[in-house]
């Protein structure tokens, strides 16, 4: 019997570039995709951790301008498409125009889980540049299957070649993966792909259950890197999907040899899952408030998971992180109360 194909999305310059604060330099951006390249990834994303025009006082700015960074990966790029990220509000038809004539042929437009109708134009307007557009659904453990089909509709209807789930806050259990795919695979007719974050040690498993209910388009980072927690780790990735019978076309070792040799060198901090990223988690916090949320404890004096038990209570969504602040300063004025009465 023929294995399935999946096609493994690379996001390691896109959501990794939260983990970094931003900080891809030109260099790294090139030997990063050039190894994607070679170890035959299908797409490879890149753009501000926030998409593109992401770079900004909200959400961080670039060390070196994103379309620089879209302009050195393109030159290395001989075999997977190269992709962008883009919000629809934080990047405008203009940085989309600039990606694509700088090399762009993806791009994932995403919205909050109900807001597929902000990115009909987007998409509409990626095709006609000839791009692949792909809807991206962010936060999904907030919507229940049948608004995720609603949604997704939009999309397919706009014209997009795939519907992207993602777990933003990598809330989602094995069963609320299962449960979103298969419904949506039983209503659409375009392809289904699914993004992890690892806040609850889930990733891999989500993602080997979204492939088992139909995704066909699975994102991955080296080594993880990514928001929060980070992402399913692609090297991992590979080789259990490899192991499980299915055809990634990924040269396993290569991919263990990008992780090792050109990602890990430039990691700020181990991906790992400590109680701030498992908080992240278990509250349903959008992964990339992580590091606005250290920052914003640091400077009131908090505990960072006493920040995000609030964000997760006030179901704060991406696009909010001007109000991670607000939060923390309101904790330290109950905490100033409390302590003087
Ligand atoms: C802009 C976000 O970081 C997109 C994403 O990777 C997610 O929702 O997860
Ligand atoms: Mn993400």
Do not use: W
Not at 16 to 29: D, I, L, Q, R
Not at 86 to 104: C, F, K, Q, S
Not at 154 to 165: K, L, P, R, T, W
Not at 245 to 265: C, F, L, R, W
């Amino acid at each position: 019997m023929e294995k399935q194909k999946i096609n493994i999305v690379d996001t390691t310059l896109r959501d990794g570039s939260h983990a970094v604060s931003h900080s891809f330099t030109t260099k790294e951006a090139e030997d990063i995709a050039e190894g994607l390249d070679k170890i035959g990834v299908s797409i490879i994303e890149i753009s501000h951790g926030d998409g593109i025009g992401g770079s900004s006082i909200n959400y961080g700015f670039s060390k070196v301008p994103e379309m620089e960074l879209i302009k050195g990966a393109r030159k290395k790029i001989n075999n997977a498409k190269l992709g962008v990220l883009l919000l629809p509000g934080v990047g405008t038809i203009e940085d989309l125009e600039e990606a694509r004539r700088n090399g762009a042929e993806v791009v994932r437009v995403a919205t909050h889980v109900s807001e597929a109708d902000i990115g009909i134009q987007h998409i509409k307007y990626a095709k006609k540049m000839g791009m692949k557009a792909v809807g991206f659904l962010m936060m999904c453990h907030m919507g229940s299957s049948e608004l995720i089909v609603e949604q997704a509709k939009i999309f397919e209807d706009s014209g997009a070649d795939y519907i992207n789930v993602a777990d933003s806050a990598g809330h989602m259990v094995p069963d609320d993966v299962r449960e979103r795919i298969s419904l949506l695979k039983k209503s659409i007719n375009i392809p289904i792909g699914f993004h992890a974050h690892n806040n609850l040690g889930l990733a891999i498993a989500n993602s080997i259950a979204a492939v088992e209910e139909g995704a066909t388009y699975i994102d991955g980072t080296c080594r993880g890197l990514g928001a929060g927690a980070g992402n399913a780790q692609l090297e991992v990735l590979a080789a259990v999907l490899n192991r499980l019978g299915y055809d990634t076309g990924i040269d396993i070792y290569g991919a263990m040899d990008v992780a090792e040799d050109i990602v890990e060198p430039i990691m700020q901090r181990p991906q790992v899952i400590n109680t701030a990223s498992l908080m992240l988690g278990y509250a349903g916090v959008y992964s990339s408030f992580l590091l606005h949320t250290y920052r914003a404890a640091e400077k009131f004096k908090l505990n960072p998971r006493d920040i995000l038990v609030e964000l997760g209570r006030r179901k704060m969504v991406g696009g909010q992180e001007d109000m991670i602040v607000d939060v923390a300063f309101s904790l330290a004025q109950k905490k100033k109360e409390t302590a003087h009465s």
